[in-house]
């Protein structure tokens, strides 16, 4: 079993299939002698995508966590208040066996973008397709040198 969570809230059905993709910054390099070579980076930012059945009742087998039973339109400004806030929030895939949990995914990410899918084929349900990408904390410095040539850092954002 699957429980999967964007910040505090819980989706209601798991998604049947999420892709993770692990970024590379490597670079590669022509030769003068059409040789080729890789000078190796640390990792990209990791890409995560996956669609997920937001219902529009209460399903016996949907899974709603704390909160309780979600609307759809409740779950809408959920999602728009973690595109719109500007700031990172826990992306969590518990995965459970009978009650051991086997191991958990938990990354702090962005939403980068969400589709909203309609289709007389679910009804009333509807499928959100999802894409968040890694958030690293960063933060910049500003070297202040006084009349006495001392040199000072300041952080100012991070």
């Not at 399903?59 to 966590?65: R, V």
């Not at 039973?69 to 400004?77: I, K, L, P, S, T």
């Not at 894409?131 to 009349?147: A, E, F, G, M, N």
């Amino acid at each position: 079993m699957y429980y999967v969570f964007l910040d505090k809230l819980q989706l209601p059905i798991a998604p049947s299939e999420i892709t993770t993709v692990i970024n590379g910054n490597n670079k590669r390099v022509h030769l003068i002698n059409d040789g080729e070579i890789n000078i190796l980076k640390l990792p990209g930012l990791t890409e995560i995508s996956f669609e997920f059945l937001l219902p529009h009742t209460k399903y016996p087998f949907a899974s709603f966590g704390a909160a309780g039973f979600v609307g759809q339109h409740a779950f809408w400004g959920y999602l728009d208040r973690l595109k719109t806030k500007q700031k990172p929030f826990q992306f969590i895939v518990s995965r459970m066996s009978g009650n051991k949990l086997l191991f958990n995914t938990n990354l702090k990410v962005s939403l980068e973008s969400y589709d909203i899918k309609e289709s007389a084929d679910n009804g009333l349900d509807q499928i959100i397709a999802v894409r968040l990408v890694q958030y690293k904390p960063y933060s910049t410095k500003v070297l202040q040198t006084d009349s006495n040539g001392n040199t000072t850092v300041k952080k100012t954002r991070g």
